[in-house]
């Protein structure tokens, strides 16, 4: 069973950032006593079963809520227990590995190790891969760098740097069998379907430099779910062309997807330098700035996107993501509604993008369960809403 983490901001500046085990009943607050104190709010987080139950809510692992108590604002999560997996000792030899470990890292390993399995000797095979891993060297070792960046750290910036991680994002993925609802399935029904990505795999062995195919891979991988291999060959891209308006963009979406919500921020940030209106960039850095905490800038961000959009369906979708982030469940309803209600207006892209929103989004898993969005989709959507399952 996971901790609970508690953060509260005042003003924007962290004044608690506490871990703890809950096995019965916790206080947060300002009763005598409370493990963690702030003013105007007396709070108690109860250990039911596998889930936390705060203000009425359910917290199961990796769920976090918030609320606000005048210009103070607590940010509280259920954390996942850290799993620590067994390393298997190698059974390959280590030239191989690195082609191997190149080839995933670019999405590509299901074809190429296809290849290098029916004939792992074919010389011209091994070149093409070694080429790809070339393309792939500076998304590889971006990855390391990030990876290995905590080594070393000693307490207490090492629970700091985790601390961080965890309350940044989580990795956006299907929750339906807990959910008991559909929303995975209904947002794949909307996903262009074709052979874009075996194809673009197998012409990218013969023309690993060519821009054109791996923008295409990099979009494949996305619509398929498959953010690190999106990111990696976006990421490749934009280093580049650092000017290529779609290629940042998808890069920055594959990011929020990851949960790396700072360097999305970023991306969004050069995005605007280069596009000052475009309309998804600047919705969803708002987005951004509501997920690390900073309140102000993101409702700021927003409204001028209004003023800038002010007849535009998806502005209601980030007002819909911005209060699920802040707890307000009611507000995040009725934004979406709105959006729904306005669908023949998006475009295809942002159409798919708000279906995928609402099945994966990490921010909307209590929304997910809640009878009043069912209630919500079944009136907007018809037969064609999301359906319990059976």
Do not use: C
């Amino acid at each position: 069973m996971g901790d609970l983490h508690v953060r509260v901001t005042f003003h924007e500046h962290v004044v608690e950032d506490q871990v703890m085990p809950v096995k019965g009943v916790v206080w947060i607050g300002s009763r005598l006593g409370a493990q963690v104190v702030f003013p105007g709010a007396d709070v108690a987080v109860a250990r039911l079963g596998n889930s936390l139950a705060i203000r009425g809510r359910r917290l199961r692992e990796g769920q976090r809520t918030a609320f606000r108590v005048g210009p103070v604002r607590v940010q509280v999560q259920h954390l996942e227990p850290f799993k620590i997996k067994r390393q298997l000792a190698p059974v390959l030899d280590y030239t191989f590995m690195l082609v191997a470990a190149a080839v995933m890292a670019s999405g590509m390993w299901v074809d190429t190790l296809g290849h290098l399995a029916h004939d792992p000797g074919t010389a011209d095979v091994t070149a093409k891969v070694a080429e790809l891993r070339d393309w792939l060297r500076p998304a590889i070792d971006s990855d390391r760098q990030q990876a290995s960046a905590n080594v070393g750290l000693r307490e207490p910036e090492q629970r700091r740097a985790t601390l961080d991680m965890v309350f940044e994002g989580r990795v956006a993925r299907p929750d339906d069998h807990q959910t008991g609802w559909s929303f995975y399935e209904w947002y794949r029904a909307a996903v262009p379907a074709g052979p874009v990505l075996s194809r673009a795999r197998a012409r990218l062995l013969a023309e690993p430099d060519d821009l054109h195919l791996h923008a295409m891979l990099a979009r494949g991988e996305y619509d398929a779910d498959n953010w690190t291999g999106a990111a990696a060959h976006y990421r490749n891209l934009v280093a580049r062309d650092g000017r290529n308006v779609a290629w940042l963009e998808g890069l920055a979406h594959a990011h929020r997807r990851l949960g790396r919500h700072r360097q999305e921020l970023e991306l969004y940030n050069h995005l605007l330098e280069l596009d000052p209106d475009n309309l998804m960039a600047m919705g969803y850095s708002g987005v951004a700035l509501a997920r690390l905490d900073q309140p102000d800038a993101s409702l700021a961000t927003l409204d001028e996107l209004e003023t800038l959009h002010p007849d535009h369906p998806y502005v209601s979708v980030f007002r819909g993501l911005q209060s699920a982030i802040d707890g307000q469940e009611g507000a995040a309803i009725a934004a979406f509604e709105e959006a729904l209600g306005r669908q023949g207006e998006l475009t295809d892209v942002q159409w798919l993008e708000l279906r995928r929103d609402l099945a994966l989004e990490p921010e909307l898993a209590d929304l997910r369960s809640d009878p009043r969005m069912h209630r919500m989709l079944a009136r907007q959507l018809g037969v064609m809403a999301p359906h319990k399952r059976h």
